[in-house]
């Protein structure tokens, strides 16, 4: 999709905030500083419209972004920040798990894991819960532009066997750097949002 229209219409805590279009939704999940505001900002064709931070734990609020009036990412907060206190986290875990278990306009969920490093824990457990839900997912691992070329498919490989990725669940490479992957991200988005790609 070529995105020339976008807009952040609201931070939300609460279901009561949630928007009543009725649009499509895919929303965002990674580890804070994975590089989601990064991977928003190429798909709609921005530098900063998703803020980006050197400070993880930023996004406290679940950010949805009207993308050419038919649809909305949600950028969920990170999770995995060690820095924020208990009940933060707490606070945090149940606006998530309300969103993504409640949400009927909720197409599917984008999962980024740091494609340097093996998944952490949180990032199993997420994929965990996603796959509990019965959610549609896609796992994008970022950052692959700061390894060499030739050891791709052994990270993507490690990534697979340590989420215990289902079949039906796609994993794909990105880098905000080069903007590799944009399109077969968009052509996933698409398809679970409308069934298929836009003109």
């Known amino acids: 999709m070529e995105v020339h229209d976008v807009e952040l219409v609201m931070s939300a805590v609460d279901p009561k905030q949630y928007p009543t279009t009725g649009d499509p939704e895919i929303a965002l999940v ?40 038919q649809m909305y990412f949600v950028d969920v907060p990170g999770y995995g920040y060690a820095k924020a206190s208990r009940t933060d986290r707490e606070k945090w875990g149940q606006m998530i798990e309300t969103y993504l278990t409640q949400r009927e306009q909720l197409r599917g969920v984008v999962s980024l894991v740091d494609g340097r490093h093996e998944p952490t824990k949180d990032d199993q457990q997420m994929y965990t819960w996603l796959a509990y839900y019965d959610i549609p997912t896609l796992v994008v691992a970022t950052k692959l532009d700061k390894i060499s070329r030739g050891k791709w498919n052994k990270q993507l490989s490690m990534i697979k066997k340590t989420l215990q990725l289902k079949p039906e669940d796609a994993l794909l490479p990105f880098s905000a750097q080069t903007k590799m992957g944009k399109d077969a991200v968009w052509d996933w988005i698409e398809t679970q949002a409308f069934g298929g790609k836009l003109g």
Do not use: C, D, M
């Not at 993880?56 to 993308?67: A, C, E, M, R």
């Open 30 to 69: 990674g580890r804070s500083n994975v590089g989601k505001s990064s991977l928003t900002n190429v798909l709609i064709n921005r530098n900063s419209y998703a803020h980006t931070s050197s400070q993880p734990g930023k996004t406290q609020t679940l950010n949805f972004y009207h993308v050419e009036s």
